[in-house]
């Protein structure tokens, strides 16, 4: 069985810092991808970031781009999601998942495992 369990979430001013991380129990296939998607009130899941295992090559949503990095401990099988200048729209369940692919996921279709959600919520 295939774990993902986030943490670091909670509350912050707007403008301030915090950073995620995800631990996955095993490694579920021998290169794959991870990823970071939220979820705010009343919207649709987003996507907000992704990395390859292997190579680390990463990419984002729009809207996190500049303030947001995603890293990886390949020893520790940990994904982390570094988040600055954090404004009250980054409000947000935050989910991590993993996929088999071996190329940037950025869709929910696309992933095979996900975590259960850490709350971040960001105070103006």
């Known amino acids: 069985q295939v774990q993902l369990v986030e943490s670091g979430g909670g509350l912050v001013q707007a403008g301030g810092s915090l950073r995620l991380a995800c631990a996955i129990s095993?490694?579920?296939?021998?290169?794959?991808?991870m990823g970071w998607f939220r979820q705010a009130p009343g919207k649709e899941r987003e996507f907000v970031a992704t990395?390859?295992?292997?190579?680390?090559?990463?990419a984002y949503g729009d809207s996190v781009k500049g303030r947001f990095t995603i890293s990886r401990d390949n020893a520790k099988n940990t994904v982390f999601l570094q988040m600055n200048s954090l404004k009250s729209e980054d409000t947000a369940v935050y989910y991590c998942?993993?996929?088999?692919?071996?190329?940037?996921?950025?869709?929910?279709?696309?992933?095979?495992?996900w975590g259960q959600g850490t709350q971040v919520t960001v105070s103006s």
């Open positions: 990395i390859t295992w292997s190579a680390g090559i990463t």
């Open positions: 095993r490694r579920p296939f021998g290169n794959y991808a």
């Open positions: 998942a993993a996929t088999g692919s071996t190329v940037l996921a950025r869709f929910q279709y696309q992933y095979n495992y």
